[in-house]
Nanobody, 126 residues
Framework: QLQLVESGGGLVQPGGSLRLSCAAS????????ISWFRQAPGKEREGVAC????????YYLPSTLDRFSVDRDNAKNAVYLRISDLKTEDTAIYYC???????????????????WGKGTWVTVSS
C-alpha cells in the first residue's frame, strides 16, 4: 500500500514562511508525480502545486504562484512545498498526494490522485 506522510506544519505568524515535507512509506517516490492540496475549514479541498516525477515540470494554482514553491529530492525520497509571506487565508490542512508514475507531467486535480497522506495543519495567526 502506497502511503505518504506530511510534516512541517504548525503555527506561523503572518509574513512568515515554512517548508512542508512529504515522505513516502514503503515505496520510492522517484518517477511519481506528487501534488499538494489544502483544505481550509468549511471549504473544499483545492490543489495548490504539483511536480512531475523527474522534477522538471511544476504547476501551481495561479493565486499561489508568487509565494509557493514545490521541489523534490529523490535521493531523500521526499517532496517539499515552501510557502513564503504566509497569510491568514493560508490556514488549512495541507495534504500531499500521488497520481502515479508520471515522468514529465503532473496534476492538481483531486480526481487524478491515487493515494494521499493524512495531512498536516498550518495555522497562520498572530
Amino acid at each position: 500500500q502506497l502511503q505518504l506522510v506530511e510534516s512541517g506544519g504548525g503555527l506561523v505568524q503572518p509574513g512568515g514562511s515554512l517548508r512542508l515535507s512529504c515522505a513516502a512509506s514503503g515505496f520510492t517516490l522517484r518517477d511519481h508525480a506528487i501534488s499538494w492540496f489544502r483544505q481550509a475549514p468549511g471549504k473544499e479541498r483545492e490543489g495548490v502545486a504539483c511536480i512531475s516525477g523527474s522534477g522538471t515540470t511544476a504547476y501551481y494554482l495561479p493565486s499561489t504562484l508568487d509565494r509557493f514553491s514545490v521541489d523534490r529530492d529523490n535521493a531523500k525520497n521526499a517532496v517539499y512545498l515552501r510557502i513564503s509571506d504566509l497569510k491568514t487565508e493560508d490556514t488549512a490542512i495541507y495534504y500531499c498526494a500521488g497520481s502515479g508514475d508520471s515522468f514529465d507531467s503532473c496534476s492538481i486535480d483531486v480526481v487524478d490522485m491515487k493515494y494521499w497522506g493524512k495531512g498536516t495543519w498550518v495555522t497562520v495567526s498572530s
